[in-house]
């Protein structure tokens, strides 16, 4: 990601997250709550987690937190959260590119509509695999590349514009060959996730456990 590429998302993302409410609500996302509840507490990672609803969440199940984000004004509305809900988590800001974590380090990984720039997204997935332990959970939810169509006649579903940026069931599977999936499917859910993911969508899901 060139530098210009770089400050539009961080812009874009603390223009989105400075306005007084949250952008995408104070609860979880649903297919992450349902799954994050099956697994045992340990210390999970968590990137592109925006105002930290998804982050806070797990630290109230007792998990070990760390989330990332571009934004500043992201990680100012986590730790407001978290401090509401009587919680603590270490947020990082920075570019996931330029960030490293110790091999094998992270029991599970919530990738919650972490949408990255075409060019770059299987190469952060494996950076992500290298971050987690063998047996380790990833918990996935995603727009599909199906999503774009239902976005040109809607926008406030949201989602990338870019149909490269989007997901395949193939892409997930490809990324994560070395898993056992637990589940991936493509559907069709209506989302209702405060402002800005409001209607019908086309998504991804994926939950997988580590083989090696």
């Given at each position: 990601?060139?530098?210009?590429?770089?400050?539009?998302?961080?812009?874009?993302?603390?223009?989105?997250?400075?306005?007084?409410?949250?952008?995408?609500?104070?609860?979880?996302?649903?297919?992450?709550?349902?799954?994050?509840?099956?697994?045992?507490p340990?210390?999970?990672?968590?990137?592109?987690?925006g105002?930290?609803?998804?982050?806070?969440?797990?630290?109230?199940?007792?998990?070990?937190?760390?989330?990332?984000?571009?934004?500043?004004?992201?990680?100012?509305?986590?730790?407001?959260?978290?401090?509401?809900?009587?919680?603590?988590?270490?947020?990082?800001v920075?570019?996931?590119?330029?960030?490293?974590?110790?091999?094998?380090?992270?029991?599970?990984?919530?990738?919650?509509?972490?949408?990255?720039?075409?060019?770059?997204?299987?190469?952060?997935?494996k950076?992500m695999?290298?971050?987690?332990?063998?047996?380790?959970?990833?918990?996935?939810?995603?727009?599909?590349?199906?999503?774009?169509?239902?976005?040109?006649?809607?926008?406030?579903?949201?989602?990338?514009?870019?149909?490269?940026?989007?997901?395949?069931?193939?892409?997930?599977?490809?990324?994560?060959?070395?898993?056992?999936?637990?589940?991936?499917?493509e559907?069709?859910?209506?989302?209702?996730?405060?402002?800005?993911?409001?209607g019908?969508?086309?998504?991804?899901?994926?939950?997988?456990?580590?083989?090696?």
């Amino acid at each position: 990601m060139n530098k210009s590429v770089e400050e539009e998302a961080e812009n874009k993302w603390n223009n989105r997250y400075q306005e007084a409410h949250y952008a995408y609500g104070k609860g979880p996302n649903l297919f992450f709550k349902e799954w994050l509840y099956k697994f045992e507490p340990g210390a999970i990672l968590m990137p592109a987690d925006g105002e930290g609803r998804n982050g806070v969440f797990a630290a109230q199940l007792g998990w070990k937190v760390t989330s990332l984000d571009l934004s500043i004004a992201g990680k100012s509305k986590a730790l407001q959260l978290a401090e509401e809900k009587h919680v603590a988590l270490e947020y990082i800001v920075g570019d996931l590119e330029q960030l490293g974590f110790e091999k094998e380090s992270f029991d599970a990984i919530g990738l919650i509509y972490a949408h990255f720039a075409a060019e770059k997204k299987s190469l952060f997935h494996k950076k992500m695999d290298s971050y987690l332990k063998p047996g380790g959970i990833i918990i996935l939810e995603a727009f599909s590349k199906k999503h774009l169509e239902l976005n040109n006649l809607d926008p406030k579903v949201g989602g990338p514009k870019d149909i490269d940026m989007l997901f395949s069931k193939a892409e997930i599977a490809a990324d994560f060959e070395n898993y056992e999936p637990l589940i991936l499917e493509e559907v069709e859910a209506f989302l209702n996730e405060g402002e800005y993911h409001i209607g019908k969508s086309a998504i991804v899901r994926f939950v997988g456990r580590k083989l090696y």
